[in-house]
Structures are given as structure tokens and as C-alpha cells.
């Protein structure tokens, strides 16, 4: 098989113990090598598992993967998030096949939490927790249970902070002033059920409670909410599902245009900007999906990965000197030994190929090494849980971080690193391929 | 038959921005299975040309010819394999590759071309020629675990593995003393006696000239005498 691909073994053999003549400087360019590649792998590594992390995160904090939300004009102009009869949408749903694993309807309210005179702003958000198996999953609760939740009409969970802030204890009821769904002022009473982590991201302004209770408080009726979210089996069927399901809904029922993302606007700010800028009356329907939120953290993650090819280059740059100049040297030391070669019958060419693999050996070398010790960093940190009370909680899974990496990833690094080292070595493997015999023989380093 | 000829060969090499004459015009003939000395002090061109017989320099003018054929008009890929083929070396300074050891050293001329031995026929080869050269119980260690003499019979062995009819050596006992430089060159002799091999070597040791059926003296680039020890004035047909 070598032989078929013009590699022989002797060539091989020779160029890999040439690499033992100098140990300290094969080690020191390996190392620079392997240097490069870790950080590369490691930024990979990160930014592979970041989309995914964030969009799970996202997906769970916000209740599904498509959004669906009514928005209702009143007579005075005043425009109201409302779903009153979802049967459409359901309807909608089931006939375009929508494989749905759990359905979640929210209704959320602004809030200020009361207790013995001190204030807390909070988005209290109000669900039907026996759908929202993943949100529970994902929500780490301190003290309570969602058991608890569910079992007192009334219940709440708020985050540590604001539970400190406004000195409230499980068991302890506080009062909630707040507006319906139309603008009036409202009061009502809370009982703390649980505690949950402060995530400093949803956690330190959002409370969860039981949705009967909030559309009690915010006016509306039983059955009634504000937002449909639809977590599907597999989230990478959000684009076709949400295509399909959304040019289906535009033959029922009124939607604002939804932005495909074709263009550099964000699709929610255009969705949103709709509203304020169409005329139009009734009821319309907000549609909007996971990827679409998603669009600007694609954004980032893409910066991320061109600062890495960037940092990449840049850093095999300074190798590829290095490889020039160590090759430079190498031709120096070993001018007599080409000599010596050419003169009992060897190619120009196999001089040329022992360089050039000596070169190709480091690259492997050290793209090995790289990868090793990245391979061993990334585990060693996905063992540490950095908890849920930082903001980089969202680039975690479950306060862990994780590192994904696509092969075809590893080998297209592996072929720049090989193919930039080649090229640095081509010009010193090919001076010493037309050294003439003589003058090779007649050097005296 | 002349395996060798030289005819009117001159080498001028430059030197910053004068011009060294190494060798001024020489003509002489080489017979096929001699045991050739070519001597003279150091710088009178003994070297330049053994390195133009052995087609690792080209004269600035005249012709060499190896059997025959004329190098001058050779690509460097068939230059090579001249090299390869027809023409063994031994070097002053021995010139083995250290990180092979003494079997690989007298194998790596096989592994760069064409032969017709098998596996097991090369094997056996090199290791007739380690042990024709005394180094069978060396024949596991790098050159660096060797003395002079030792490296200089490693030399020997490669320089006869690809069975060449030429064996160009220079100055092959310059680094060595004097019982290890006769050593050698009655092995060299011994080899040239069993094999045929025609053996060129260049010293400026008067005590190894002699031993030589054909000496050619040099003196400033020029030949100040040529003659054979059995008389003969031309090659045998």
C-alpha cells in the first residue's frame, strides 16, 4: 500500500530517526505545534458545544422550540398578548403532523412582589407544570419542589435574591400588585413554595407560579394564556416543522410576517416592529422559533470560530518560521550526510522526501499532542460543575461545561497544520535536493 | 577495455573573485580490475578528480568517460544511477549515517535502486560482506559505538554492496594509524583480487602507493607520472 502511494519505508524509517538525532528540538517544535493545535481545539471544542448549550438553555428557559403568540387590538388602539381559543392552532398542529413532545401554554405578568414593606420587581410567569417536564428538569430548586408548587394554587418560586432581598420564607404568603391583561390594577396573595437558584440571567427577575392563578390575576379566563410553545422530539426539525406549521396557520388565521432571516435584521425585532408600523386590527398571531432567537448567538459563535482560524494562522505563522529556520539549520548540520547520500545513488527527489517527512512526523507529532492534551483539559473541566449562579450558565449544560468537536473539524485543523508545516520545510527540503554531491561532500560543518 | 578514461580534464573552481586550477588538463586510462593509486601531496588535485571519475563534480572541460560513456552529456537522474550502479565509495572520513546502524549502513545503497536479489539473497549478501570486513559481531551498533578502522570497513562493505565494478576511495586511510590503513588496504586488495572490482584510490601515504598495480602521480594538477607495475602499457581487450 505504501509503495502504491510512493512512500517507501526506508524513507520513513530514516526521516523518524532523524527526528531522534536532535530530541530537544523536535520536542521544542512539536511542542510549538502542539501548542497551537490545543488552543485551536479547545476554542473548537467551546464553540461547538455553544450553540447547542445556549439553544438547549433557551429552549428550556422559554418553554419549546416554536413560539406562538396572540396579539389582540382593543377599541382603544392598546394591543394585548392573548391566545383566547386555541383550537386553531391545535387544529393547525395536528394536521401538519407537528411532532410535538410537549405543549406549554404560559401567561406572564409584571409584578411587585410585597413583603412586610419590602419591594421586588419580578416577570411572574405562570404554566401548566405538568407540561413542562424539561423547564423543571432545568430549573434547580434550593429549597420546595414543583410538587409544592402545583399542590398550593397560589404557590410561588422565586430566586434566592429577591427571596433575601425582600426577606421571605417558604410558607410565607406576600402580596402581589400587579395589572390585568387590559391595564387595570390588581392585588393578590402568594404563598412561597420554593427557591430556586439565582442564575442572575432569568432567575434573578423571573417567578414561576401556577397559570390558573395568574390569569386570575391578570383577568383572564380559564383556559386562556399569552404564549404556545411547542418543544418538538427533534430540535433539528425546527426549521422544516416551523415553515410548514406557519404557512398552514397564514390560511387560518391572521400572522405578521415572519422574518426568514435571510437578511442581517433580527427576525424578533422585525416581527416585533410590525406591530407599530402595519395598520391592522383583530387578533394576529406572532410566530417566531428557537433558530430565530438563536440567530445572533450564531452570530457570535461564528466570530468565535474566525477568531480561532485567525488565531490559528496567526500562531502557525510564527511556527512556520521557526519550522523554516530549524529546517534551515538541519540542511547545515546534515550538508556532508546529503552529500554522502547523493553519491551512493540517491534521488534528488528522496533527499526532498526525507525533509519533507521529518516535517510531516513533527506536524503529526504535535497535532497529537495537541489533541491529547486538549482532550484531557476539556475533560478535566467538564468534570467541574461551575454552578448555575454565573451568567456564562447558559453556555453550560446544567452548570457543566461540554465540548463538542466534529471530526471533519480535527482533520481539516490536522491538514492546515500539515500543510503549512510541508510548506515551511518545501524550501529547505528543496535547497537540500540540489545540493551538487561535491559541494555537499566538501563541507565542513 | 579502459573502464575509466579521462581525456584533457580541467577543473577550475572559483574562489571569491580569483579562480583556483585544480586540475589542468589530464588524459589517462583506468583498466577494468586494476588496483589504481593515484598520489601526490595534498592540493594536487588527487580528490577533484576521483570525484569527477566518480561523477560527483563535472569538469570545466574534456571529457570522463565510464565504460564508454561519455558523463558530461548524462541528466542528474541518470547521472544518479550511474552512480548507483557502477560506481562504490569510500570516504576520508567514512561518511556512514548515524542513526543507521552497521547492517543498515552497507544495506541503504540496495534500498535506493532497482536489484534484481530477492529479500533474502540481499540479506545474505550484506551479511557475507560484514563478515568479509570483520564486523559480524558489530553489525547491531551505529557508527558513533565504532572505532576509525571499524567505520572505514563499514565504508568498505557499502561501498561494495550493489556489487559496483568501480570502487572510488579517497584518502581511505588518512584518518586512520598505520596498522588499521594496512589492514584496509590489503582488505581493499583482497576484495579487488576475489571480486574483481576495480579499486581507484587517492593518499599521499608513499608506504600504500606501492602496493598498487597502477600509479599515477600528481604534482599542481598535472600528471608527473603514469605507469603500471606489471609493465603493461594499454588495457587488455
Known amino acids: 500500500m505504501a509503495a502504491i502511494i510512493g512512500i517507501k519505508m526506508r524513507d520513513v524509517k530514516i526521516a523518524f530517526r532523524n527526528l531522534t538525532r536532535q530530541k530537544k528540538r523536535t520536542i521544542l517544535l512539536a511542542a510549538a505545534i502542539a501548542f497551537g493545535i490545543y488552543i485551536i481545539t479547545m476554542i473548537n471544542g467551546f464553540t461547538g458545544s455553544f450553540i447547542e448549550n445556549v439553544s438547549e438553555n433557551f429552549s428550556n428557559l422559554l418553554a419549546g422550540h416554536i413560539f406562538i403568540e396572540g396579539v389582540e387590538k382593543s377599541e382603544s388602539g392598546r394591543t394585548l398578548s392573548l391566545v383566547r381559543n386555541d383550537d386553531i392552532l391545535m387544529d393547525a398542529i395536528e394536521d401538519n403532523e407537528v411532532p410535538w413532545k410537549y405543549i406549554t401554554k404560559r401567561s406572564d405578568m409584571n409584578a411587585t412582589l410585597i413583603f412586610e414593606g419590602e419591594t421586588a420587581q419580578q416577570t411572574v410567569t405562570g404554566a401548566d407544570w405538568d407540561q413542562e417536564e424539561y423547564f423543571k428538569e432545568r430549573i434547580i430548586l434550593t429549597q420546595g419542589t414543583f410538587e409544592d408548587l402545583q399542590a398550593e394554587r397560589q404557590g410561588i418560586i422565586i430566586s434566592e435574591k429577591v427571596a433575601e432581598k425582600i426577606n421571605v420564607e417558604i410558607g410565607d404568603r406576600l402580596l402581589v400588585k400587579c395589572r390585568t391583561y387590559t391595564g387595570q390594577q390588581n392585588v393578590g396573595e402568594f404563598v412561597m413554595t420554593g427557591m430556586l437558584v439565582d442564575s442572575s440571567l432569568f432567575g434573578g427577575s423571573t417567578a414561576y407560579a401556577n397559570i390558573s392563578y395568574v390569569n386570575e390575576l391578570l383577568n383572564l379566563k380559564p383556559g386562556e394564556y399569552m404564549s404556545m410553545g411547542i418543544y418538538l422530539e427533534d430540535p433539528d426539525m425546527i426549521d422544516e416543522t416551523a415553515e410548514n406549521l406557519y404557512e398552514d396557520l397564514k390560511t387560518r388565521v391572521s400572522m405578521f410576517e415572519r422574518n426568514t432571516g435571510d437578511d442581517d435584521e433580527n427576525p424578533i425585532i422585525a416581527m416585533l416592529e410590525q406591530e407599530d408600523e402595519e395598520e391592522w386590527e383583530g387578533l394576529r398571531f406572532r410566530f417566531m422559533t428557537l433558530n430565530d432567537i438563536m440567530k445572533e448567538v450564531q452570530q457570535i459563535v461564528d466570530v468565535l470560530n474566525t477568531a480561532a482560524l485567525i488565531i490559528l494562522l496567526v500562531l502557525f505563522g510564527i511556527i512556520m518560521v521557526g519550522v523554516t529556520n530549524t529546517f534551515r539549520m538541519v540542511l547545515m548540520e546534515r550538508t556532508k550526510e546529503i552529500g554522502t547520500m547523493r553519491a551512493v545513488g540517491m534521488q534528488r527527489g528522496i533527499v526532498r522526501k526525507l525533509f519533507l517527512y521529518e516535517a510531516f512526523f513533527i506536524a503529526v507529532i504535535g497535532v497529537a499532542v495537541g489533541l491529547i492534551l486538549a482532550g484531557i483539559t476539556m475533560l478535566i473541566l467538564m468534570q467541574i460543575n461551575w454552578g448555575l449562579d454565573t451568567p456564562a450558565f447558559m453556555l453550560m449544560k446544567n452548570g457543566y461545561m461540554t465540548f463538542k468537536m466534529p471530526v471533519w473539524q480535527i482533520f481539516l485543523n490536522f491538514g492546515i497544520v500539515s500543510i503549512l508545516t510541508l510548506f515551511a520545510a518545501f524550501f529547505p527540503s528543496n535547497k537540500a535536493a540540489k545540493l551538487q554531491p561535491a559541494d555537499a561532500l566538501r563541507s565542513t560543518k | ?237
Open chain 2, 1 to 237: 577495455m579502459a573502464i575509466v578514461e579521462l581525456k584533457e580534464v580541467k577543473k577550475v573552481y572559483p574562489l571569491g573573485k580569483t579562480e583556483v586550477h585544480a586540475v589542468k588538463g589530464v588524459s589517462f586510462e583506468i583498466c577494468k580490475g586494476d588496483f589504481i593509486s593515484i598520489a601526490g601531496p595534498s592540493g594536487s588535485g588527487k580528490s577533484t578528480i576521483l570525484n569527477m571519475i566518480g561523477c560527483i563534480d563535472v569538469p570545466t572541460e574534456g571529457q570522463v568517460l565510464i565504460n564508454g560513456t561519455e558523463t558530461g552529456g548524462l541528466s542528474d537522474r541518470d547521472i544518479t544511477d550511474l552512480r548507483h550502479e557502477v560506481l562504490g565509495f569510500i570516504f576520508q572520513s567514512f561518511n556512514l549515517i548515524p542513526v543507521l546502524n552497521v547492517y543498515e549502513n552497507v544495506e541503504f545503497p540496495l534500498l535506493l535502486g532497482k536489484s534484481r536479489m530477492t529479500k533474502a539473497e540481499k540479506s545474505d549478501w550484506i551479511d557475507m560482506l560484514i563478515d568479509e570486513v570483520g564486523l559480524q559481531e558489530w553489525r547491531n551498533h551505529k557508527p558513533n559505538e565504532l572505532s576509525g578502522g571499524q567505520r572505514q570497513r563499514v565504508a568498505i562493505a557499502r561501498a561494495l554492496v550493489t556489487k559496483p565494478e568501480i570502487v572510488l576511495a579517497d584518502e581511505p586511510t588518512a584518518n586512520l594509524d598505520s596498522v588499521t590503513s594496512e589492514a584496509i588496504i590489503n582488505l581493499m586488495k583482497k576484495i579487488n583480487r576475489d571480486l574483481g572490482t576495480t579499486f581507484i584510490f587517492s593518499t599521499h601515504d608513499p608506504t600504500i602507493v606501492d602496493v598498487a598495480d597502477h600509479i599515477i602521480r600528481l604534482r599542481d594538477g598535472l600528471i608527473s607520472d603514469n605507469y603500471r607495475q606489471d609493465d603493461a602499457r594499454a588495457c587488455r581487450e
